[in-house]
């Protein structure tokens, strides 16, 4: 009966709550029901998906754009003042292809402040993204990445750094998204 219980929370997310065009509502059902650590004037965009609650904290004056999937089982941590631009993969989870039936391997994935993730970038299992970087859309993130750097690629490489500059605040809101 619990794991009903779970899954059935996990579909009203996915399928229901996500879908909400409040973002008011669908903070509080991430927050109450989820289990999740979202800060203050965060906002996840609707048609998100999560494959399971808690295991999921985000910073202050954070956005996550609309249709993410996002698989805290193995933890994700994002800093403030990130944004994760429409159609981002975050996976936390992967499976070892060398041995059939082998348990699933859960890592980490961890995103520092003032980074940005552009349009269908994928963030693979225990990767760390370094303050202020860019990862360009469509990258494949295989590996840590540095403070301050581009990359771009699959897999993704470094092309160049950014100014050190993060004196700037992502926070914005819009409605019905």
């Given at each position: 009966?619990?794991?009903?219980?779970?899954?059935?929370?996990?579909?009203?997310?996915?399928?229901?709550?996500?879908?909400?065009?409040?973002?008011?509502?669908?903070?509080?059902?991430?927050?109450?029901?989820?289990?999740?650590?979202?800060?203050?004037?965060?906002?996840?965009?609707?048609?998100c998906s999560f494959d399971c609650a808690?295991?999921?904290?985000?910073?202050?004056?954070?956005?996550?754009?609309a249709k993410c999937r996002i698989d805290?089982?193995?933890?994700?941590?994002?800093?403030?003042?990130?944004?994760?631009?429409?159609?981002?993969?975050?996976?936390?989870?992967?499976?070892?292809?060398?041995?059939?039936?082998?348990?699933?391997?859960?890592?980490?994935?961890?995103?520092?402040?003032?980074?940005?993730?552009?349009?269908?970038?994928?963030?693979?299992?225990?990767?760390?993204?370094?303050?202020?970087?860019?990862?360009?859309?469509?990258?494949?993130?295989?590996?840590?990445?540095?403070?301050?750097?581009?990359?771009?690629?699959?897999?993704?490489?470094?092309?160049?750094?950014?100014?050190?500059?993060?004196?700037?605040?992502?926070?914005?809101?819009?409605?019905?998204?």
């Open positions: 009966m619990k794991t009903f219980f779970s899954e059935f929370r996990l579909y009203l997310c996915n399928h229901f709550t996500s879908h909400i065009p409040s973002h008011y509502l669908r903070l509080w059902y991430y927050r109450k029901i989820m289990g999740f650590k979202i800060g203050k004037d965060t906002s996840i965009f609707m048609n808690r295991g999921f904290s985000i910073g202050k004056n954070s956005v996550i754009n805290p089982r193995g933890l994700v941590e994002i800093g403030s003042n990130v944004t994760i631009s429409e159609e981002v993969i975050l996976l936390t989870m992967d499976h070892d292809g060398d041995i059939l039936g082998k348990p699933k391997l859960q890592k980490k994935i961890e995103i520092e402040d003032y980074v940005w993730i552009a349009t269908r970038a994928t963030i693979l299992p225990g990767v760390k993204i370094g303050r202020g970087a860019v990862i360009a859309a469509g990258s494949v993130v295989t590996k840590n990445v540095d403070p301050f750097a581009i990359v771009a690629g699959i897999p993704a490489k470094i092309i160049r750094f950014r100014p050190n500059n993060t004196d700037y605040s992502v926070n914005y809101c819009r409605l019905f998204q």
